[in-house]
């Protein structure tokens, strides 16, 4: 009550709190003083700026008409001349004051509008304000043909123009108080003329709020609240007819409520009839359960059986005492005790289930049920028991696990023998890619990429026996989880000494390969495989068999496993074995076809092929290529005095010296007889020169003992020819050398000498 008659009374003493139009007026008031406020501001402004742009502009203009006018008569001295002109922009009431120096700077001529004005020249030799922005100084040069004569000072007063502002400043003033009255006033007038439809609506609302539904609004216009008072006269008349409709209503509803309780008599009765059948039925449908085949039983929320039929009592095999009292926990071993309470729960949540459930009678038999269970809740939703039909399928589960033990075998049937096609594949597959390697490391990389695909789960170590070497090499390896040797003896492995595969299944308790004892011993069966061919090791294959499934697996299952894996391992390594024979058989054919077999050296033949390669390389790179023909000097005398076995010591010796006095790039070759040739790619004419006297000398200071004789005193000659320059293509080239060595030889041996 209190709270309401404040309000009243703020009302009364704030109108703007409940008028529309005070609320538009205060909304508005913000705008309108921006607008005042901004003309007040704003348009002094604008007049300041541009009346001090304006005087400038004029002070520019008199300063250059006067710099002007007095240049003749600063250069001719004429003082007369310059007070006439002083004395005729004085005539301007803007200028305070006009000064006139000569080019060194001192005042010649002066005119001051006040006597009380003090001028300091030093401050007015600048354009801009001065003495408090009162007057606005020009300072210019004078120039006499393209020479300064002399400076111009003048004031200009700045008095009037701020009397104007000031002026302006008043007058903007009254402006802005007049557009901000008529502004508001207006916006009242609009306000009271736009909302006196909403007035008249809303008295029509407060007489249609107290009661009396006969009043109408009387708004007639064809605006926005035209529409809305037309919108409420038809709400006001549908609310009329609705009141109306509603007390015709109660009188019908008092008549179908008497109705309505006759025939609920009716349907009282009515059940009582259908009571005393169901009854009658669910006696007719006991009997029916009691004589079914099937067993059904009903328990309780504590697993008690509260209803069991006789096939019931016949599976549990309780035919003197029967279920009834029993609880089915007494059947059932732990396991199945969980999955009964796991299903009980379900039972509450109102679910239906379908479920085995195994059961133990009291001389230890085991019986599989089949439980088919519904839940069973009271009128006020709160579960009581479960009803469920049990089936006997003991012998079904025994018929099911025996078609289940022959489809596991013969899955795993079907599973091994894919599985042995599909290594037979790869392994047929890396004995096509074996074929195709051209190096010994293609042949590493194509082992250990199928040995990735046949042994996944598998760490694998593959060692190489270095030509005739007693140790092998650790060339490549995967899935290595434990530290292994880098280089082991061929008298380290079993299977290398027994010549075949060496398998350990339990390393713990076998022979244990000395190769494997030096790291950490393995803990996992373990596969020797040597890669032997007609007798000669050549490798070593190292598996580590089963690393993931020994953790699972134990004693015979391992075995098992092994026994189907020993298979694909001896076949692996014997692919393994005959692709490495056969690279090093045609790596050797081809070593014998390109080497001369006394000196070890390139043959003429390789010679020729690699020349004319180097040629045509160096060729597209511009690059030069030298070769150097060397000739043992009097080599007939040595096989002749000391023998042909002698001459063979010379030959291999003068091989060695000259292999190792070139870069590693270049080639040696035997030519024929005494006769070597060496090809320096990239190598000019004077470097390959000073490289052939160094073989020379290394020559002269050979010494080779041959029996009890020490043969000493050996020379060569050679000649030195250069592409492009002596020879466009092998055959000039090899010409040129040879023509050079002769002369060499003709010149007294012992020497080098350039192809012409």
């Keep these: ?40 501001i704003l348009a002094p402004y604008w007049y300041k700026q541009n009346s001090l742009r304006a005087l400038e502009d004029k002070s520019r203009s008199l300063g250059t008409i006067a710099a002007y006018s007095l240049a003749p008569a600063i250069v001719f001295e004429d003082s007369q001349g310059m007070n006439e002109i002083i004395s005729s922009l004085s005539q301007s009431p803007e200028v305070d004051y006009i000064l006139v120096f000569n080019s060194q700077g001192q005042e010649i001529a002066r005119f001051t509008r006040s006597d009380n004005l003090t001028i300091n020249p030093e401050e007015i030799r600048q354009t801009g304000h001065l003495y408090d922005n009162q007057v606005w100084n020009y300072y210019a040069p004078i120039n006499h043909q393209d020479q300064i004569a002399g400076y111009l000072a003048m004031g200009f007063s700045l008095t009037e123009v701020y009397r104007q502002i000031e002026y302006i400043r008043q007058l903007i003033t009254l402006v802005s108080v007049l557009i901000f009255g008529l502004g508001l006033f207006l916006i009242y007038i609009m306000s009271y003329l736009t909302t006196r439809p909403l007035r008249r609506m809303t008295k029509t609302v407060q007489e249609i709020s107290s009661g009396d539904l006969s009043k109408r609004t009387e708004v007639t216009s064809n605006d926005e609240v035209g529409t809305l008072a037309k919108s409420f006269n038809l709400m006001v008349d549908r609310l009329h007819q609705t009141l109306s409709s509603l007390q015709e209503a109660r009188g019908n509803l008092e008549k179908k409520v008497e109705e309505r309780t006759t025939e609920l008599k009716q349907q009282i009765e009515e059940k009582e009839r259908i009571s005393l059948k169901l009854k009658e039925s669910e006696e007719l449908f ?40 029993k609880n089915l926990k007494d059947y059932l071993p732990s396991d199945q005790q969980q999955l009964v309470e796991w299903q009980t729960a379900r039972r509450k949540g109102g679910l239906i289930d379908v479920y085995e459930l195994e059961i133990t009678l009291k001389d230890g038999r085991k019986k599989t049920l089949l439980v088919n269970a519904v839940p069973q809740f009271d009128r006020a939703g709160n579960y009581v028991s479960t009803l469920a039909v049990m089936t006997d399928i003991t012998g079904k589960k025994k018929e099911e696990a025996i078609l289940a033990e022959a489809k596991a075998s013969l899955e795993k049937a079907y599973a091994e023998l894919k599985k042995n096609n599909e290594e037979a594949s790869l392994l047929v597959e890396m004995g096509d890619a074996l074929q195709l390697a051209s190096s010994e490391e293609e042949i590493i990389n194509i082992v250990i990429n199928f040995a990735r695909q046949l042994l996944p789960k598998d760490a694998v170590l593959f060692y190489l026996r270095p030509d005739k070497e007693n140790f092998m090499q650790l060339c490549s390896s995967f899935n290595l989880k434990q530290p292994a040797e880098e280089f082991i003896n061929l008298t380290d492995c079993w299977a290398i000494r027994k010549s075949s595969p060496y398998f350990m299944l339990d390393p713990a308790s076998e022979l244990v390969c000395p190769h494997l004892k030096t790291s950490r011993p393995p803990d996992k069966p373990v596969a020797c495989l040597p890669l032997s061919s007609f007798g000669e090791n050549l490798g070593l294959l190292v598996v580590f068999c089963c690393q993931e499934e020994s953790k699972k697996l134990a004693g015979q299952e391992i075995e098992n496993l092994m026994a189907s894996k020993k298979r694909l391992l001896v076949t692996f390594s014997q692919r393994v074995t005959m692709a490495l024979s056969n690279f090093r058989l045609r790596q050797s054919l081809q070593e014998q076809s390109i080497r001369d077999p006394l000196t070890g050296l390139y043959n003429r033949r390789y010679l020729e092929e690699t020349l004319e390669r180097e040629l045509l390389r160096a060729k597209r790179a511009g690059n030069p290529v030298s070769v150097i023909m060397l000739d043992i000097d009097h080599f007939k005398k040595f096989n002749d005095t000391y023998g042909h076995e002698a001459g063979d010591l010379i030959l291999q010796a003068v091989a060695r010296t000259v292999q190792k006095s070139v870069r590693a790039e270049d080639i040696v070759c035997r030519y024929g007889g005494e006769e070597f040739t060496v090809i320096l790619p990239g190598l000019e004419l004077k470097k390959a020169v000073n490289r052939a006297e160094l073989i020379l000398d290394a020559v002269r200071h050979l010494e080779i003992k041959y029996g009890d004789s020490v043969l000493k005193s050996l020379t060569i000659s050679a000649g030195v020819a250069v592409f492009p320059d002596h020879g466009k293509n092998w055959p000039e080239l090899f010409q040129a050398a040879d023509a050079a060595l002769l002369q060499a030889k003709s010149q007294g041996r012992n020497r080098v000498v350039t192809a012409n």
Excluded: C, H, Y
Excluded at 7 to 14: D, G, H, T
Excluded at 23 to 30: D, E, R, V
């Design 1 to 40: 009550m209190t709270k309401t008659i404040s309000s009243s009374l703020l009302n009364r003493l704030f109108p703007w709190r409940t008028k529309i139009v005070f609320k538009f007026m205060l909304i508005s008031i913000p705008f309108l003083a921006l607008i005042s406020l901004s003309l007040f």
């Design 286 to 325: 006991r009997s029916m359960v009691e004589n079914l085949g099937e067993a059904v039983v009903i328990v309780d929320a504590d697993e008690n059986f509260i209803f069991a039929n006789q096939a019931a009592n016949q599976i549990f095999e309780e035919f003197e005492t029967g279920l009834t009292g």
